[in-house]
């Protein structure tokens, strides 16, 4: 199973991006889909996540009111729409999934290649 993001750019603070992945191979179901960011000496932080047992998506609560995270209705392709960018935003958006690959098997986590988001003053 392979995740391919796209989107990521260049903007000035108060753009916006969208970024998109889609998830190839034989797998029978994503379980969990979302967005992960990491800048420049920091660690990886969660930005949006769709959960297969949760009601609503979660988004980190510094994105609150300006990302927000969809998904196609085939649940193969997911999306992260970013408004009002900060300089703060920028950083290298990684794709995640959990895919359960077969039947019967446990679900197992799979990340895309980054894309990268950078946002200026």
């Known amino acids: 199973v392979q995740l391919q993001a796209s989107g990521g750019g260049s903007v000035q603070a108060g753009g916006s991006l969208r970024l998109s992945c889609a998830a190839s191979g034989n797998f029978v179901r994503i379980m969990d889909m979302g967005w992960y960011r990491q800048a420049p000496g920091n660690q990886r932080e969660l930005v949006a996540i769709i959960l297969s047992d949760a009601v609503a998506p979660k988004v980190a609560d510094s994105m609150q009111g300006r990302f927000a995270i969809s998904r196609d209705s085939d649940q193969s392709t997911w999306y992260l729409q970013m408004n009002n960018l900060r300089p703060e935003d920028t950083g290298v958006y990684y794709c995640?999934?959990?895919?359960?690959?077969?039947?019967?098997?446990?679900?197992?986590?799979?990340w895309g290649q980054g894309t990268q988001v950078t946002v200026s003053s």
């Open positions: 995640y999934a959990k895919i359960r690959r077969h039947w019967g098997r446990d679900p197992r986590e799979s």
